[in-house]
């Protein structure tokens, strides 16, 4: 089953995928353990700056005889892609979904960019993800401004786009105070449109929102901050009590911490 119709089955039946970044192997092989501990299908996302740093090539045969490896279900999915070129570079290279990101556009501009993406992935039967609405990337304010049901109707009609990033409460990052999610307007674009929705920032979401926001149909939800902020603090405190420079020593226990925070995610999705 590809990402399309993994989402809609999903979508349909109140269900969702945990979708993880990971930026190098140590990463990949903490989210893939708790994965098949779990017996769970994953999303692997790769943001641009993390293909910047390993190269398309090398991030997407990594994380596919990864894949393979720990005999996981799951895709790879650029996370955020800025570009059409971007994102046709990773259609080439094997992706089995991507974003493009046109939300800090004007509504047109960001209908015209979808559209031509999903015209481009077409070809390749991949799935198509894009944003509509404020969800705070790191740095920038967090405010209340929420995507609206009757533009994510037209967005989706519009473009034809298979899943749809919606802003009712979370931000990327860390939160500096609890974050309340809209399930109210979630209910009322799910109900306005037939695409997957997805959720952005959901770490450091309550797990009863997380799973409010299944239920009304969310159906891809992401997780980033936090798997980077397990493996560094793990890492650094590792390094603070050993003077050891062999990393396959001083890794393990890092790789496990993400691994039990992947598996309390499942445990909640």
């Given at each position: 089953m590809n990402l399309k119709q993994q989402l809609q089955h999903c979508s349909q039946t109140g269900s969702a995928l945990l979708a993880v970044n990971f930026y190098n192997f140590e990463t990949l092989k903490g989210l893939l353990m708790a994965a098949r501990s779990a017996q769970c299908s994953l999303i692997l996302q790769l943001s641009e700056s993390t293909l910047q740093y390993l190269g398309i090539r090398s991030a997407i045969n990594m994380a596919k005889t990864a894949l393979q490896q720990f005999e996981v279900a799951g895709w790879v999915h650029l996370d955020h892609g800025s570009s059409i070129n971007t994102v046709k570079e990773c259609l080439d290279a094997g992706f089995d979904s991507?974003?493009?990101?046109?939300?800090?556009?004007?509504?047109?501009?960001?209908?015209?960019?979808?559209?031509?993406?999903?015209?481009?992935?077409?070809?390749?039967?991949?799935?198509?993800?894009?944003?509509?609405?404020?969800?705070?990337?790191?740095?920038?304010?967090?405010?209340?401004?929420?995507?609206?049901?009757?533009?994510?109707?037209?967005f989706v009609d519009n473009t034809g786009v298979n899943a749809l990033a919606i802003a009712i409460g979370t931000a990327h990052g860390f939160y500096k105070a609890p974050p309340d999610l809209r399930i109210d307007i979630l209910q009322q674009i799910h109900a306005a449109t037939p695409v997957a929705l997805v959720l952005h920032g959901s770490s450091g979401v309550p797990d009863d929102q997380l799973r409010a926001a299944i239920k009304n149909g969310i159906c891809k939800v992401n997780l980033a901050?936090?798997?980077?902020?397990?493996?560094?603090?793990?890492?650094?405190?590792?390094?603070?009590?050993?003077?050891?420079?062999?990393?396959?020593?001083?890794?393990?226990?890092?790789?496990?911490?993400?691994t039990d925070l992947i598996m309390n995610k499942l445990s909640v999705i």
């Open positions: 991507v974003m493009i990101d046109a939300s800090e556009r004007p509504f047109e501009e960001n209908v015209r960019i979808t559209a031509e993406v999903v015209k481009l992935a077409a070809a390749y039967d991949a799935n198509v993800e894009a944003e509509l609405g404020y969800v705070a990337k790191l740095g920038q304010e967090q405010t209340a401004v929420y995507t609206s049901p009757e533009q994510a109707r037209s901050t936090e798997t980077k902020n397990i493996f560094m603090k793990t890492l650094q405190q590792q390094l603070s009590n050993t003077e050891d420079i062999d990393l396959r020593r001083v890794f393990p226990k890092a790789i496990d911490a993400v």
